[in-house]
């Protein structure tokens, strides 16, 4: 008896060896996610986060954006069998950036999945953020979030990441959902240039909600009343959306040159013009996500004959896409960062009084 207890302590010490570093793992683990948690400003993420995700609001939203984009799946399906049954099977399927075609093609019947995103994504962002700041101050919990120990700008700073994770969720998951649809319907997976092409495209379309996220916090930050912020915000989208490029062909009719003297003068006058139109962060946005998906884009600017002559027409690697697109989204994030940047000065100054 006296060596079956021995035997049992040496297995016990033994257990207790092996196990030891995974207690003290599995501590350490639970001690920072504690901190983690108990941090106040992933503890007001977490909280704007669930309150957007319980919002009716933005619920109708995303049930909007889905069903618009399913329904630009089901379109794009339907161009692609109908080309495939006028021409050869084979030429089809030998196609540059087939599966890439779910989301730029269309049958007419609606617009393609880039068109529905570049459309009602402002609409997004916007409503995530037209009302983050003066709703808080007008119901006053603004002052008592404020009368606790945490600094100013972690409210700021965790309604906008708040919001952007929502964002992100909800583009991955619907990009992902069109392309998992896509293998099911069409039998094709992507390759690994087109799988990187729409993960390249989903971040994009990311920064140019979250440029439009901004410019709701911004007006958030600057008006008192949500309904204020709310309008100017979609006055601002209605202007690029449709009245920019009004004005700018005005411009063109108005500083057209009467009599083109050589080639440089205008090749000039069209790049002045497409430098305008690219003041336009739908422009940006389109431009981007167009030479991201089409892979046959080589150039978005004016080329002469002599430039073309020579030229290949094969499709463009990844990498040469992102440095053709690289402007627009250093164009998109500058906008991005600027209307934040706006929106946390003011915050700062800002004085916050209870009613």
Avoid at 96 to 106: A, R
Wanted: glycine share 6%; aromatic share 12%; net charge positive.
């Amino acid at each position: 008896m006296a060596k079956v207890g021995i035997l049992k302590r040496l297995n016990r010490d033994k257990l207790q060896r092996v196990w030891q570093p995974f207690r003290k793992w599995q501590a350490e683990r639970w001690s920072r996610r504690t901190k983690k948690e108990q941090h106040p400003f992933w503890a007001i993420v977490h909280k704007e986060a669930a309150d957007y995700i319980h919002s009716w609001r933005i619920n109708i939203l995303f049930a909007i954006i889905g069903l618009t984009c399913l329904g630009s799946l089901y379109t794009a399906v339907s161009a692609i069998r109908d080309a495939a049954e006028d021409t050869e099977a084979s030429d089809v399927l030998q196609t540059s950036g087939l599966f890439l075609k779910l989301f730029t093609v269309s049958d007419g019947t609606l617009p393609t999945f880039i068109s529905f995103v570049a459309f009602l994504g402002p609409l997004l962002g916007i409503a995530l953020g037209f009302d983050a700041i003066n709703s808080e101050r007008n119901k006053g919990t603004l002052v008592r979030m404020l009368a606790q120990p945490i600094p100013r700008d972690y409210v700021l700073n965790a309604k906008f990441v708040a919001a952007l994770s929502v964002i992100s969720v909800l583009f991955f998951m619907l990009g992902f959902l069109v392309m998992g649809l896509g293998i099911l319907i069409t039998g094709i997976p992507p390759t690994l240039e087109e799988f990187w092409r729409i993960l390249f495209f989903l971040i994009s379309s990311i920064v140019y909600v979250a440029f439009w996220l901004n410019l709701g916090i911004l007006f958030s930050v600057r008006f008192k009343q949500a309904a204020t912020s709310a309008l100017a915000s979609i006055a601002v989208w209605l202007f690029f959306s449709v009245f920019y490029s009004m004005i700018v062909q005005l411009l063109v009719r108005a500083t057209a040159p009467s009599s083109v003297q050589n080639v440089e003068e205008l090749l000039g006058y069209q790049s002045f013009i497409q430098n305008v139109m690219r003041l336009s962060p739908n422009h940006l946005f389109t431009e981007a996500t167009t030479t991201l998906l089409s892979p046959s884009v080589r150039t978005l600017g004016p080329l002469t004959m002599e430039q073309v002559a020579g030229a290949i027409p094969s499709p463009l690697p990844l990498g040469q896409s992102l440095l053709l697109i690289w402007p627009q989204l250093t164009g998109l994030i500058a906008l991005t960062a600027a209307c934040f940047g706006l929106s946390y000065v003011w915050f700062m100054r800002q004085e916050i009084r209870s009613r």
